[in-house]
């Protein structure tokens, strides 16, 4: 895994708007690091401190950055100190950001800033960028799903939908259905690529929490949900926990460009796994189409495990699944 490369690849989200810039600058420290750690290793071992403060500051334009960018507020008049205590206070670090960002503060960042007697091995360097790469990465999923519901939010409030008024009669998992077949068809128009269209995972679910909370005000969402598997104590993460009244729900999105054969298999193996360990019993397994053309099948099945049954909804382009299973057909023919 390359997670330079994974850091410059979400970055390039950040790419157009001369106000994002900053996120750039960010990746450039963990790109100068990376080469001190090279150049330390060939013998000019000293570099190796260089390459940890390096990665504080790319930790602390991270920290501003998302802070802008997650907030809307501007940073530059904010102290690195202020916005971690921000970010601790306010809940505004989602759970697995949290806990790459208090090991990195910790281990690395206030280490290397209160004690400038320290001197760091090849070993130490190595584990402060890739801390800080995994943190960033992690920290910019975060970064990119906000934009996306900020750019979502905004079109829906510039040319807003028809609302639909008689709602709320209908089952949850039902409404929800509804709501992802009409988001299904903005869809194609936020993908990007000129060959092989993509988005990622991250832009869908920011997207797809500000069309829910623009169309339908009755729903809970809450994207990213952690869910506590009672028997070892894991934690999972859905993409999507929805809730009307008492009626409750999980959505897992996967990506169409991975192949929905196979995705569907895994994904509604997946999804079970949720809904056991959360005692949710509904769930919508969604791979959303990237082209305009992709007609969407729509599949109910229930599944009953320990006496308790459990209803799933698979949603996805049929066309593509077809594509998907051609191969499979030919090699099987020859």
């Not at 000019?44 to 990665?55: M, P, Q, T, V």
């Not at 298999?265 to 959360?278: K, M």
């Amino acid at each position: 895994m390359d997670l330079l490369k994974l850091l410059q690849d979400k970055a390039e989200y950040f790419s157009t708007s001369e106000d994002d810039r900053g996120v750039s600058s960010v990746v450039s420290h963990i790109e100068i690091a990376e080469r001190h750690y090279e150049n330390g290793k060939s013998g000019d071992d000293y570099l190796f401190n260089d390459a940890i403060y390096r990665s504080n500051q790319a930790f602390e334009g991270a920290l501003k950055e998302a802070y802008r960018i997650i907030t809307g507020s501007n940073p530059n008049k904010i102290t690195p100190h202020k916005i971690e205590k921000y970010f601790e206070e306010n809940d505004v670090l989602k759970e697995r950001v949290l806990q790459l960002f208090t090991n990195y503060r910790t281990e690395w960042r206030n280490k290397s800033t209160h004690d400038y007697k320290l001197y760091f091995s090849e070993q130490e360097a190595f584990l402060a960028i890739v801390n800080i790469s995994a943190f960033i990465n992690i920290l910019l999923d975060q970064m990119v799903q906000k934009r996306a519901y900020d750019k979502e939010d905004d079109e829906l409030k510039t040319s807003p939908p028809a609302k639909e008024t008689s709602t709320g009669s209908k089952p949850l998992i039902d409404r929800v259905v509804e709501l992802l077949i009409s988001f299904s068809k903005e869809v194609p128009d936020k993908t990007s690529g000129s060959v092989i269209q993509r988005i990622t995972e991250v832009e869908l679910i920011g997207s797809l929490t500000a069309f829910v909370n623009n169309l339908a005000e009755d729903i809970n969402v809450l994207p990213e949900y952690s869910i506590s598997r009672k028997q070892d104590g894991r934690n999972y993460y859905a993409d999507f926990f929805l809730q009307r009244d008492e009626e409750k729900l999980i959505i897992e999105i996967k990506n169409p460009s991975h192949g929905i054969s196979r995705i569907l298999s895994s994904g509604t193996e997946q999804l079970l796994n949720y809904l056991t360990a959360s005692g949710v019993a509904d769930g919508v397994l969604y791979i959303p189409p990237l082209t305009k053309n992709e007609e969407l099948e729509i599949m109910r099945l229930s599944k009953v495990i320990g006496g308790i049954t459990y209803n799933l909804i698979q949603i996805y382009p049929k066309k593509r699944l077809n594509k998907s299973i051609q191969p499979t057909a030919n090699a099987a023919a020859d």
